[in-house]
């Protein structure tokens, strides 16, 4: 029998072990507000889907106001959750060489119309919420932080998602904390939270189809998150999409225009509560990794890595980079993307740039986004990733830098 082929993911999730699955009286959202710092955080089905409602009941809030205000590098899962709730999107550019939006642009857009500002904290770093709560105070418009890719990022030792408004976190697969699908949205103030739960009765409609096929994924999930399995599920697809000329099948990033909203089933919720237990260890673990390897990404000529802002303490699904130029960055890919070694880009465009969200997204000049689309790159942080492994990645990107 020939050896399973090793594949790595490009995110660190937390694997699930078999007891978990075992039914069990669900206690999640009580552990998440115990350790978010948070009463009542309110599980949903998906971060988008968190989205919808919370945008809904902001919506409801201020009626006048249609207008959201979102980092143009970032899922398209956010324009597709904007349209749905029925608003209006505007892209802010990103400042040169960041994930944050660009202060001064920011302040441009927003006016008597802006619902909400979505800074967003990309890669699991902490992005600037104060600067945006700023602009947000001065035009009467809300701050929801999407905190889809860092479950666990603290700002001056309170979560992310408590800085802004309110906040939402992603359990999507490949998350630090996956329930195959689902979504946490958090909010500081009652009256937010009260206008959220009410926001639910109205968009959230329980399926049973929906809720048996995420059932089915995550024990597949449970099944198939290792090494020797990943191959079947993500390294052969990943490799017949790039084969096709088609990165953003690659990564994913390929969404139909309908989004589920259905509630996030009790068992998978009971699944949660076991996996929870292991959460901040394995969250403790993978950002000592992350540190550790820091330094010798940094090393190489015209690499950025980026780390944490001061006084932040990211989470670390995957280390996010820019290389010198999309050159080297695609001359980079060209050997790690299939190496099985959990290699990869995060989105593979700027918003306008998906053919399908062309009708939802404004054309808009956006150099930095592109930019950013174009010289990026990242790194998987599961623990699975061995060193030796890594040097293989650091070394080829050496390789590729001298040209
Ligand atoms: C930045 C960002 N926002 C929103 C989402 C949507 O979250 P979900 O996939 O749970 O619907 C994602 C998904 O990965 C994301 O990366």
């Not at 441009?108 to 104060?130: K, N, Y």
């Not at 105070?137 to 030792?157: I, P």
């Not at 979560?159 to 630090?176: E, I, N, P, R």
């Not at 999309?326 to 299939?338: E, N, P, Y």
């Amino acid at each position: 029998m020939s050896r399973m082929r090793r594949e790595l993911p490009p995110t660190a999730g937390l694997p699930l072990r078999l007891p978990d699955l075992l039914p069990r009286r669900a206690r999640f959202a009580a552990q998440l507000a115990g350790w978010l710092g948070v009463a009542q955080p309110q599980l949903e089905c998906s971060g988008t889907a968190a989205m919808v409602v919370a945008l809904h009941a902001m919506h409801r809030l201020r009626p006048q106001r249609d207008e959201v205000v979102v980092p143009a590098w970032t899922c398209p899962l956010v324009a597709l959750a904007i349209h749905r709730a029925g608003l209006k999107l505007k892209l802010c550019d990103l400042a040169p060489g960041s994930i944050d939006m660009d202060a001064a642009q920011l302040r441009a857009l927003c006016g008597p119309r802006t619902l909400a500002i979505v800074p967003t904290h990309l890669a699991g770093r902490v992005v600037d919420v104060p600067a945006a709560m700023a602009i947000a105070r001065g035009c009467g418009a809300y701050v929801l932080e999407d905190a889809a890719q860092a479950l666990g990022a603290r700002s001056g030792g309170a979560s992310v998602g408590l800085q802004g408004d309110a906040g939402f976190f992603s359990l999507a697969v490949g998350k630090g904390l996956t329930l195959y699908e689902g979504g946490v949205l958090i909010a500081r103030d009652a009256v937010l939270r009260e206008a959220f739960m009410a926001s639910r009765r109205e968009v959230i409609r329980s399926s049973l189809r929906w809720s048996l096929q995420r059932a089915a994924e995550l024990l597949g999930y449970a099944v198939a998150y290792r090494p020797s399995l990943l191959y079947a599920v993500y390294g052969k697809p990943l490799r017949e999409a790039l084969a096709e000329g088609d990165p953003v099948a690659a990564v994913g990033d390929d969404f139909g225009p309908d989004i589920p909203l259905h509630p996030l089933g009790r068992w998978r919720q009971g699944v949660g509560t076991a996996a929870f237990a292991r959460l901040p260890a394995f969250l403790d673990f993978t950002r000592k990794q992350a540190l550790s390897r820091l330094d010798a990404l940094r090393a190489l000529p015209g690499v950025t890595v980026f780390d944490d802002a001061p006084g932040t303490q990211g989470a670390w699904p995957f280390l996010l980079l820019t290389l010198p130029t999309a050159a080297a960055r695609d001359a980079a890919l060209g050997t790690l993307w299939t190496a099985g070694l959990g290699v990869s880009r995060l989105f593979i465009h700027a918003l306008p740039d998906y053919g399908y969200l062309r009708d939802i997204v404004p054309a808009t000049e956006l150099p930095n986004a592109r930019d950013f689309a174009a010289r990026s790159l990242t790194i998987g942080n599961s623990p699975w990733l061995r060193g030796d492994e890594f040097a293989r990645i650091v070394d080829t990107l050496r390789r590729t830098l001298r040209g």
